[in-house]
């Protein structure tokens, strides 16, 4: 009959409504998953904040290469940008904090299980933002920080733009000489300030046997080491 023909049209379009709506929004979780797409007949209208144009258009593409879908409507927006782009990470104790801004879901994801790699013991708290502008060195920047910060009790690393900044107190000498030493990533400028671990006694010795003087213990820093150092030529002979 007409109306038994009616109804199993009525159910094939919904069903066919329903795979070409789960297809689309398969597609964009893997093309773009900040994106959503909710359909009427086979209308679709996408929805979300984009992390970058070129993020919009791949949404878009995600849509349109489905089969069934007949028009698109685009109502994405895209993710503020900042200027300057800011992000933070600091530790004290077992506690790291990730504040300041992330370019997408991904990357925010990704800064939180490197920080738990990086400092195991420690808790992570997520207080970052999402916001456009990320600088090219934002990767080895984030990594070099939280590698620096694992080896201190406590510190703090910022990031503004391509410049990075480091402060805390080593727990050791030879965790002070390690992130001293270490490199800043190619691209990164900035400074590492760390300071000397409080030592407890405090020694300085001073030895003569002969015609050599032998200097052992603790200074408090390389230019108070360079003026007690007493080079060859000027030795006096005692």
Partial sequence: ????????????????????????????????????????GRDATVT??????????????????VFGVRKIEDRTT??????????????EGNKVTLGGLVPD??????????ARAALPSAEVIDQMRLARGVPAVFGAATAYALAQLARLPDGKASLTDSALTITGTAPALEAFQAVVASSLPQGLAGAVTIGLPVVRPYQWQAQKAGQTITLTGLAPSAEILSLIHISEPTRPRL
Avoid: H
């Fill in 1 to 40: 009959s007409l109306g038994l023909v009616g109804s199993e049209m009525c159910i094939r379009d919904r069903i066919q409504a329903d795979l070409t709506t789960r297809s689309v929004n398969e597609a964009l979780k893997a093309q773009a998953p900040w994106a959503s797409a909710a359909f009427d």
């Fill in 48 to 65: 979300g904040v984009s992390p970058s144009p070129a993020m919009q258009r791949a949404a878009e593409e995600a849509v349109a290469s």
């Fill in 78 to 91: 895209l993710l503020a940008e900042a200027k300057p782009y800011l992000w933070t990470a600091a530790r």
């Fill in 105 to 114: 879901e991904s990357i925010r994801a990704k800064l939180i299980a490197d």
